[in-house]
Every structure is written in C-alpha cells, then in structure tokens.
Nanobody
Framework: QVQLVESGGGLVQAGGSLRLSCAASGRTFSIYTAWFRQAPGKEREFVAALRYSNSNTWYADSVKGRFTIDRDNAKNTVYLQMNSLEPEDTAVYYC????????????????????WGQGTQVTVSS
C-alpha cells in the first residue's frame, strides 16, 4: 500500500507561482510518479511525470516550460513547481504513483497509476 498526500495548493494571481508537494508513505517504491489535474466539467488530464529509475521527466504541452516536476528521495516527496500560472491552470491537482509497471498504458494515461492522492485545489485568478 502507498499513501499519497498532496499539499501546497491555493489561490494565486495570474503570473504567480505555487509549489505542490506529494508526500508518499507506506510502500514508497514506484516506477513513475505523476501529476494530473481536473477542472470542473472536464476529464482528468496529464500534467507531468517522473520516472524513478533515471529521473526522466515528461510534461503536457500546455505546461512545458512553466512547470517542473522533481523529487526529494530523503523525504519521499515529489514536487510540482508551477510558474507563470494562468487562469486555465485552475483545477484540482492529483498526485499518482505507478507501482505495477504496466507497459500496456503510457505514462500519461490515468489507468497506469494504481495509487492516487486526495487532490489539492489550485485557483488562478485573472
């Protein structure tokens, strides 16, 4: 079992920054850790992913150059640094962990991930 707890969300003006944290406990090993987001009335969408074995990272086109995913192994925590925030970034942000290494689903697919956090709200005002 893996427990994921997100924090760091809040209200920020457009152009501002936030840093989200995802603290893992329990069985902390994972293949990928990712961030997804879900805006009201929309499907959950991929934001960023990090592969533990080689620290490779991937980003959705909409956040590339503005968001950075990284980790602190000593704290079992993955972060999402979000800069130049836009109103379109408003959503609930979820942390997810893949412990099964299911090659049938790509890293940007929600089905790949078997553990999810409860989400943290990010609201960007214009």
């Amino acid at each position: 079992q893996v427990q994921l707890v997100e924090s760091g969300g809040g209200l920020v003006q457009a152009g501002g920054s936030l840093r989200l944290s995802c603290a893992a406990s329990g069985r902390t090993f994972s293949i990928y850790t990712a961030w997804f987001r879900q805006a009201p009335g929309k499907e959950r969408e991929f934001v960023a992913a990090l592969r533990y074995s080689n620290s490779n990272t991937w980003y959705a086109d909409s956040v590339k150059g503005r968001f950075t995913i990284d980790r602190d192994n000593a704290k079992n925590t993955v972060y999402l640094q979000m800069n130049s925030l836009e109103p379109e970034d408003t959503a609930v942000y979820y942390c997810a962990a893949d412990t099964r290494n299911d090659y049938s689903r790509p890293y940007y697919n929600t089905g790949r991930y078997d553990y999810w956090g409860q989400g943290t709200q990010v609201t960007v005002s214009s």
